[in-house]
C-alpha cells in the first residue's frame, strides 16, 4: 500500500493517504538523493554520528526544495527514547528555537510545521486526523514502545484537541522487522504485560532471546486507544534488510546515517479547519 516515488534525486515513501487529503504533505525519506559519503551515503540527517555537519544541511535544503517548502519549516526534536509528546497550538511554540527540544512525539494544529523524526530502525509512526486538521508524529524505539509512546500520543490528540480516536489514520513506516531485531530479557522485561505480547515477542530457540515485532506492538497501541484497525498501514519494510534504501542502526552497528520521516499541514489547513469542525 506505500509506494516509492521520486522528486528530483529522492526517493521517498508514500503512505496510501485519500487524494481529498491535500491539505498535508508527508513523506517516509529513504537513504538516497543526497551528497553525503561513506556509511552515511547519501540523504543522512544526523551529523551526531560523524557526518560532516555542511553535508546534512545540504540534505536537509534538498529535501526542503523537493517538497517545496523552507528547511526552516522542519521541527527538530531532541530525541531521547521516552513518552514525551509535545503538544504544539501557536506558532511562538516553535518558530525560531535554536536548540530541539527532548520530546520523542509531536502533535500540532499548525500550518507550516513539519514535524519530524530521524529513524535508522525505530518506528516513525505518522498521525493525521481529517475532520479536525491535527497532525502528530512518533519515534518508537523499544523503550519508548515499553513506555507506550504511541498511545500517549493519541490520548494528546483526544486532549488537547478533542480529537475522535476512530476519526484518526495511522501511517507506520519503516523499522527493522521482526526477521531481524533480536532483543535480550530486559527488553522482554519492559514489554512485559503489553496487549499482544505473545503476537510482538517470539523466543528463539538459543536462551533468553526473542524476536520483537516493533512496528506491530506499536499498532496494537494505536488499536488500544480506539483507533479502527482499516486506519492504520504499515510500511512492512525491514530497515535492516534493505540497505539499498534504508540506514539500520543495527545492521551497521551505530556507524550509519538517519532518515527523515515528516508531515505537516499546508498553509490553507487552519483556515478551513474550525468550520469542518462545524460542520461535522
Known amino acids: 500500500m506505500f509506494r516509492i516515488a521520486r522528486k528530483g534525486p529522492l526517493k521517498y515513501l508514500e503512505a496510501p493517504v485519500p487524494d481529498s487529503f491535500d491539505f498535508l504533505i508527508h513523506a517516509f525519506c529513504t537513504r538516497l538523493g543526497g551528497v553525503s559519503e561513506g556509511p552515511f551515503s547519501s540523504l543522512n540527517v544526523s551529523a551526531r554520528e560523524g557526518d560532516d555537519a555542511g553535508k546534512v544541511g545540504q540534505n536537509f535544503e534538498r529535501i526542503a526544495s523537493a517538497f517545496g517548502v523552507a528547511a526552516g519549516q522542519f521541527l527538530l526534536i531532541n530525541q531521547v527514547h521516552q513518552d ?3 503538544v504544539i497550538d501557536r506558532p511562538a511554540q516553535w518558530s525560531g528555537d535554536p536548540a530541539p527540544p527532548a520530546f520523542d512525539a509531536l502533535v500540532t494544529n499548525q500550518p507550516g510545521a513539519a514535524l519530524c523524526i530521524k529513524t535508522a530502525d525505530c518506528v516513525p509512526i505518522l498521525v493525521v486526523d481529517p475532520v479536525r486538521r491535527i497532525i502528530g508524529a512518533v519515534h518508537a524505539g523499544w523503550k519508548g514502545t515499553a513506555l507506550r509512546i504511541a498511545e500517549k500520543t493519541i490520548d494528546a490528540f483526544v486532549r488537547s484537541f478533542e480529537s475522535s ?14 526477521c531481524c531485531y533480536e532483543v535480550d530479557a530486559p527488553v522482554f522485561k519492559a514489554l512485559a504485560g ?3 505480547q505473545a503476537s510482538f515477542l517470539n523466543q528463539v530457540r538459543h536462551g533468553n532471546r526473542w524476536m520483537l515485532d516493533l512496528p506491530l506492538a506499536n499498532k496494537i ?3 488500544n486507544r480506539g483507533m479502527l484497525p482499516e486506519n492504520v498501514f504499515s510500511a512492512g519494510l525491514c530497515t535492516s534488510c534493505r540497505k539499498d534504501i534504508f540506514f539500520s ?4 552497528a551505530g556507524q550509519t546515517g538517519r532518515q527523515l520521516n515528516f508531515i505537516m499541514l499546508c498553509g490553507a489547513a487552519a ?4 468550520q469542518k469542525v462545524l460542520d461535522r
Do not use: M
Open 221 to 223: 497501541q494505536l488499536l
Open 249 to 252: 542502526h543495527r545492521r551497521e
Open 165 to 178: 480516536p476512530q476519526d484518526l489514520l495511522a501511517f507506520i513506516g519503516p523499522a527493522i522487522g521482526p
Open 271 to 274: 483556515e478551513d479547519a474550525s
Open 194 to 196: 503489553h496487549r499482544g
Open 84 to 86: 514525551g509528546v509535545w
